[in-house]
């Protein structure tokens, strides 16, 4: 299963580099997975949050039972389990209507 970045996409939009802190099971459970699907990292990071910007799961089935083991390999389970169990909605989620963007 060989995914690669659309060359004609990589010309169209900029790639910046960003620093992103995350928990490290998350951090290995994606890795393997990209690994998995023969992709960069920073490719499958991309690719879910742009599938989930429009609503939409980036992984088949195939693909979820693979990251069911991961996630017991690494430990994500337990950190799942250790989380509050509301997680606020979207709607719910809290916003900041006095904040000001930065200026540059």
């Given at each position: ?10 010309q ?16 290995k459970v ?8 023969d ?14 910007l ?11 039972k693979?990251?069911e083991?991961?996630?017991k390999?690494y ?20 916003t ?9």
């Open positions: 299963m060989r995914h690669r970045q659309n060359p004609s996409l990589d169209l939009f900029e790639r910046v580099p960003v620093g992103l802190r995350m928990s490290k099971p998350v951090v994606l890795k393997a997975t990209a690994a998995y699907m992709m960069p990292f920073s490719g499958l990071i991309e690719t879910v949050i742009v599938s989930a429009h609503g939409e799961s980036y992984f088949g089935p195939e693909v979820l693979q990251i083991q991961f996630k390999i430990g994500l389970n337990a950190m799942l389990d250790a989380l509050p169990d509301e997680i606020p909605e979207p709607e719910e989620a809290q900041f209507p006095n904040r000001q963007p930065k200026r540059r």
